[in-house]
């Protein structure tokens, strides 16, 4: 389960941009998160994220209440939860080749030795060809960047992802690949799945549900 009550957030202390939100997926959920634009969706996701800590408030993640963030949350916690942004090319180290982008978290965890396996299996699922993961950042496109994006989000075998307006400035035909990709993933490991974003048909279609903003604040999203 990944828990997140009366949770209040912000940039700063004494004008949290919102306080009291909750919101609760079950394993292997999908669930989108519509609302508009500025209202904190992105905030909250960068919470159950781990990578915004709250103000207040509580954050139970499979069972293990989280009590650090970032750089601080421990190493299991943070392995947990893979997280994918609408603009890849700032999500994106740009001296890296997109092979080395997708074993970035592998490297940092140690585990570098299964980089070239793991990327092997992941360029596929996402659509990305060999002579692709050979280039860097600036010679492909957002789409194909995006991508590798969500090859690097998945690289560790996460139980939840996280996705971010993922899609927001893709085609069509990117934005299906994406979404097949993310459900490939999700039938195979039976990982959860929190998508926030605008686009009501699309996340309507992909999640198993979705919550309203204005129902996360009221209580409205307790099941
Ligand atoms: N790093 C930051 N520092 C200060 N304020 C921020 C920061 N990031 C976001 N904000 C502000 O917090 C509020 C909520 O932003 P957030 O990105 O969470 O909203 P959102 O609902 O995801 O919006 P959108 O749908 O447009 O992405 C906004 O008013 C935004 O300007």
């Known amino acids: 389960?990944?828990?997140?009550?009366?949770?209040?957030?912000?940039?700063?202390?004494?004008?949290?941009?919102?306080?009291?939100?909750?919101?609760t997926l079950a394993p292997g959920e999908s669930v989108?998160?519509?609302?508009?634009?500025?209202?904190?969706k992105s905030t909250l996701a960068r919470v159950a994220a781990l990578l915004h800590r709250p103000?207040?408030?509580?954050y139970v993640l499979d069972g293990t209440e989280v009590r650090?963030?970032?750089?601080r949350a421990p190493r299991d916690l943070r392995t947990a939860v893979g997280v994918v942004f609408q603009q890849p090319r700032t999500a994106a180290d740009?001296?890296?080749?997109?092979?080395d982008l997708i074993a970035e978290p592998l490297r940092a965890t140690g585990r570098g030795a299964?980089?070239?396996?793991?990327?092997?299996?992941?360029?596929?699922?996402?659509?990305?060809?060999?002579?692709?993961?050979?280039?860097r950042p600036h010679a492909v496109s957002d789409g194909q960047l995006q991508r590798a994006c969500l090859a690097r989000a998945l690289s560790l075998r996460p139980r939840w992802l996280i996705c971010d307006e993922m899609t927001a400035m893709l085609d069509a035909s990117t934005?299906?690949?994406l979404v097949a990709a993310v459900e490939a993933y999700r039938a195979e490991t039976g990982a959860g799945l929190l998508a926030v974003g605008h686009d009501r048909i699309l996340l309507e279609r992909w999640c198993d549900r979705t919550v309203e903003w204005r129902d996360c604040l009221t209580g409205g999203d307790e099941r």
Request: charged share 25%; with cysteine; net charge positive.
């Open 175 to 177: 934005t299906a690949a």
């Open 94 to 99: 740009p001296r890296l080749t997109l092979a």
């Open 32 to 40: 989108g998160l519509l609302g508009p634009s500025g209202c904190g």
């Open 114 to 135: 299964e980089a070239a396996a793991r990327v092997a299996d992941l360029a596929p699922i996402v659509g990305l060809t060999p002579e692709l993961l050979s280039r």
């Open 68 to 71: 650090a963030w970032r750089h």
């Open 55 to 58: 103000d207040a408030g509580r």
């Open 1 to 23: 389960m990944l828990e997140l009550t009366d949770i209040t957030a912000g940039y700063d202390r004494r004008a949290p941009v919102f306080r009291g939100a909750r919101l």
